[in-house]
């Protein structure tokens, strides 16, 4: 049994008398104890698609579930199965941290639910804030607060969108510590996040969405064997010529040019020494997720599975 079933997903709003459609015709499955990655741009339908997965939207058209629970015919069930962190910080200004966890674990008729609140307080970094009122929290503490909620009630399919966004590098390690033990102890994850990094290192397998639709669907490993092997780094302060920008990425002074082989970084070396292009800091490196993901949302590579 897959842990979410996507079956012909597809969400249409209607804005200024015309129609805009954000989901077109999703498909996909996502198996238990999975590590699962849903990347794209902004805009391109991945909250809209994790509020139908959550009960929050309802799909136009086609079917999900979760652990074989239609989540609008089996709600109660589905909902159960899953502890989403969403992207927003919402909170409840009247109650302390251990309160809030506590009436979150009432909610799925937990009692005595102490030990594993404990236990999430200390993984999260949570522990000497327990008694702090809510309102008093930093916005990194209230988003690890928000990732406790989601996980209170054991679900064994957890949703994170976006849950690192403007976090410090503190949460971030911790969270990915903690969540990568609850995925090796069989805990199914979907994760939608813009640092790719994060993706690349954690996910057994990804999904791409554009415009509302599925463009790219493989393991990541095949993602990353699908695009130049080799990127040539530099820095620079001077233009690149025409025929390489149109290929290059380009982060304020670095520059990084995919390359086939040692000939292909040859003739990129020749290319800028011809148009007068001094470079600094060279070096050779992977073709990262980053990488892949340009290329895709660039109609440059296409893959599916």
Not at 154 to 183: K, M, S, Y
Not at 237 to 264: E, F, M, N, Y
Request: net charge neutral.
């Amino acid at each position: 049994m897959s842990a979410v079933t996507f079956q012909h997903v597809s969400k249409t709003f209607s804005s200024g008398g015309r129609t805009v459609r954000a989901l077109n015709d999703v498909s996909f499955d996502i198996a238990e104890g999975e590590f699962f990655g849903l990347l794209g741009p902004n805009g391109a339908g991945k909250t809209t698609l994790i509020s139908i997965l959550a009960g929050l939207s309802r799909a136009s058209g086609g079917r999900v579930s979760v652990l074989g629970h239609d989540v609008v015919s089996e709600y109660g069930e589905s909902r159960r199965a899953l502890g989403v962190v969403p992207q927003e910080l919402v909170f409840d200004p009247f109650f302390s941290v251990r309160e809030t966890l506590r009436i979150q674990s009432a909610y799925f008729g937990l009692r005595h639910n102490d030990d594993w609140i404990d236990e999430l307080l200390a993984n999260l970094g949570l522990s000497d804030k327990a008694d702090a009122n809510m309102r008093q929290l930093s916005g990194g503490m209230k988003r690890r607060v928000l990732v406790a909620q989601a996980l209170v009630h054991r679900p064994p399919v957890i949703v994170l969108d976006e849950p690192t966004a403007g976090v410090d590098v503190e949460l971030r390690q911790t969270l990915w510590h903690f969540i990568a033990r609850l995925n090796k102890a069989g805990h199914t994850v979907l994760l939608t996040t813009h640092y790719l990094e994060e993706a690349e290192a954690l996910c057994h397998r990804i999904g791409m969405l554009k415009k509302g639709e599925l463009v790219a669907l493989d393991r990541t490993s095949a993602l990353l064997a699908g695009t130049a092997s080799t990127m040539l780094r530099f820095k620079t302060d001077a233009s690149l010529p025409a025929d390489l920008a149109a290929h290059a990425r380009v982060t304020g002074r670095i520059v990084q040019v995919p390359a086939k082989d040692a000939l292909d970084v040859e003739r990129i070396l020749a290319r800028l020494r011809e148009a007068n292009c001094p470079i600094e800091d060279m070096e050779l490196g992977r073709a990262d997720l980053e990488d892949v993901f340009l290329a895709i949302m660039q109609g440059k590579q296409g893959v599916a599975a």
